[in-house]
């Protein structure tokens, strides 16, 4: 019996290993990657697992900070040890309530989507007597890399339009509580190579000179967004990025020439890059069926357990490799077309359709590789009510932790129960 084989006889399946050291190493390659000085923000939403967060938090000089959208991911950040002053809060819909929460657990640096929001963030601030920094996040005219993930240059919920800051200026620096000290950019998702990620990186640093000039406003803070890749469930490794620390060097001299010593301090976000090759999926084959000449091999988890997204057909199809022995000679090889799908009672639950996969059989234990982002927390984890998956943190090949996700399946109404009517 193997390792991963044993792991699913002791815990079950579905079942998400995380290596931390893995982790670890992402890190410092991330950072090694960028110029001297820069910071580096964790994006909760690839992964809050405790663990996970800690151990992007716990790097000395190469420490991320914590980028969060919901309450939720800040109690996730506090529990893995970060502080309210090592979070940046992030979104387009943050209510008062949350905008309370978080300025009350000493959060103190906001991105703003729009001057409303910025007024929110103000009044929520004032309500506390403190001022908050809050950069403006932008969405630019113009984009330069292409990518499967585009968040700017179109209509949309994300930023302020680039040809309205000009008109806006002296609203957006004149809100009691929120002092707006910079800039956000997140352009793109996943660039395709490092020409195009540099090539987006130049545009938004320029882009980024022009509206401190239009703002009148001299920036201490430029988050310049992402777009670090990662192959999500299927084989391969973590992208390098040997040229981006010169490239960078060289855009921010141009543009930011006092960036290395008045600034503005400036940071990049990441998510999937930093935690994605950490985990992988392990899953059990339940059944294998045909179907009018077609054959789908039915897997213990589904959009339930794994991508949400890929119920919306955006991230098939996943890969899996078969962890029993191994297979007689006469298969080596040797490979079936076939449709991978999960346990729930719906059509959309398709892990891949019609794909090429290992000989299976029923109750063989698979993996879905470069499992560590956008897994169980980014799934349909309530649909249909079956357990969410069990994750294991291991480090130095030692278990760390085990831990679930639980629902609550309790529902409870406040609706009053309705009263007798009189009798006639």
Wanted: with cysteine; proline share 6%.
């Amino acid at each position: 019996m193997n390792r991963a084989e044993d792991l699913a006889a002791r815990f079950g399946t579905p079942l998400y290993v995380y290596d931390l050291d893995r982790v670890a190493a992402a890190r410092r390659e991330l950072f090694a990657a960028l110029p001297e000085g820069f910071g580096l923000c964790y994006a909760f939403k690839a992964n809050p697992h405790p663990d996970i967060a800690r151990a992007l938090r716990d790097g000395g000089s190469s420490s991320c900070r914590a980028e969060i959208s919901s309450t939720g991911e800040l109690a996730a950040a506090l529990a893995a040890g970060f502080t309210g002053e090592e979070c940046f809060y992030t979104g387009p819909g943050k209510t008062k309530a949350e905008l309370r929460a978080a300025i009350s657990h000493g959060v103190r640096m906001f991105s703003a989507e729009s001057l409303t929001d910025l007024q929110h963030i103000g009044e929520a601030a004032v309500e506390h007597g403190v001022v908050v920094d809050c950069l403006l996040r932008i969405n630019s005219t113009t984009a330069s890399a292409s990518t499967s993930i585009r968040m700017t240059g179109t209509p949309s919920q994300f930023g302020l339009d680039s040809e309205c800051l000009a008109d806006l200026a002296a609203d957006l620096a004149n809100v009691p509580g929120a002092r707006v000290s910079g800039a956000h950019f997140f352009p793109l998702s996943n660039a395709r190579d490092e020409e195009g990620l540099i090539a987006e990186f130049q545009h938004t640093i320029g882009v980024a000179a022009r509206t401190q000039q239009e703002l009148g406003i001299e920036f201490r803070h430029l988050d310049i967004g992402g777009g670090f890749a990662m192959p999500y469930a299927v084989p391969g490794g973590r992208p390098l990025y040997p040229k981006l620390r010169a490239e960078l060097e060289n855009t921010l001299d141009v543009h930011f020439p006092q960036w290395r010593t008045t600034g503005p301090q400036i940071f990049c976000e990441s998510g999937r890059h930093l935690v994605g090759g950490c985990g992988e999926l392990l899953c059990s084959v339940v059944n294998i069926k045909e179907s009018r000449g077609r054959t789908f091999v039915i897997l213990d988890a589904g959009i339930n357990a794994f991508g949400g997204m890929s119920g919306l057909g955006r991230l098939l199809p996943v890969a899996v490799k078969p962890w029993h022995d191994a297979l007689p000679a006469d298969a080596q090889g040797s490979s079936q077309i076939a449709s991978l799908v999960g346990p729930l009672c719906t059509p959309g639950d398709i892990l891949g359709r019609d794909i090429s996969l290992p000989p299976l059989s029923i109750g063989d234990v698979v993996a879905i590789p470069n499992a560590g982002a956008y897994g169980v927390t980014s799934s349909l984890l309530m649909f249909l009510g079956r357990p969410a998956p069990v994750e294991i943190a291991v480090k130095g090949g030692e278990i760390v932790s085990v831990s679930q996700l639980e629902h609550n399946r309790v529902y409870s109404t406040a609706v009053p129960a309705p009263q007798p009517t009189a009798s006639r």
